[in-house]
């Protein structure tokens, strides 16, 4: 299993560009999540999506979209990119038996994609 | 205050000796604790979880105060390879489908 991929690694923008952070898992979970985070910082949720077709804002999703049309698939897209974007953004996935997290819930993360904006 | 609070630290201690780091949470009904390790410019990974009556892993033990809204985590014998940054994750509410990070404890362990 490859786990949580993510692409690109790097990537360089100027303002007002946009582009799609992909990430895909291969563990069949049903949750999966985008973080950012920045330097110093902890990781901020920006999107969730609890399974194929359902997506729920976390607590900086302003200036990101997402969709989630498989199980394996979770886009996040950046429209308009912005200099307070610049970042590094982790994709995470785990499989979550109940509607809230349990202490056996782990969350396994995406090598993460390193994004300037300039 | 902060919803998981940690200190920054970096937390510098030689091979060999015990570092123990605490985090703070806001929030009494939280139900969900962990710790994960992040190595520098890489991804988060689980370390463990922690339970109730606390728990161990080899070198790692972590506790859970829930009258204090604190947990630690314990690491004896420490290793190079044990520096990294500590992040303490909390389920910051009941039926709550996401964790909270603090923004993570660092530690450089020198020969």
Known sequence: NAGVTQTPKFRILKIGQSMTLQCTQDMNHNYMYWYRQDPGMGLKLIYYSVGAGITDKGEVPNGYNVSRSTTEDFPLRLELAAPSQTSVYFCASSLQRGTSVSRTDTQYFGPGTRLTVL | ?111
Do not use: H
Request: charged share 20%.
């Open chain 2, 1 to 111: 205050r902060k919803e998981v609070e940690q200190d920054p630290g970096p937390f510098n201690v030689p091979e060999g000796a015990t570092v123990a780091f605490n985090c703070t949470y806001s929030n009494s009904a939280s139900q969900s604790f962990f710790w994960y390790r992040q190595d520098c410019r890489k991804e988060p990974k689980l370390l463990m979880s922690v339970y109730s009556s606390g728990n161990e892993d080899g070198r790692f033990t972590a506790q859970l105060n829930r009258a204090s809204q604190y947990i630690s985590l314990l690491i004896r014998d420490s290793k190079l390879s044990d520096s990294a940054t500590y992040l303490c994750v909390v389920n910051m509410n009941s039926g709550y489908s996401t964790l909270t990070f603090g923004k993570g404890t660092m530690l450089l362990v020198s020969p």
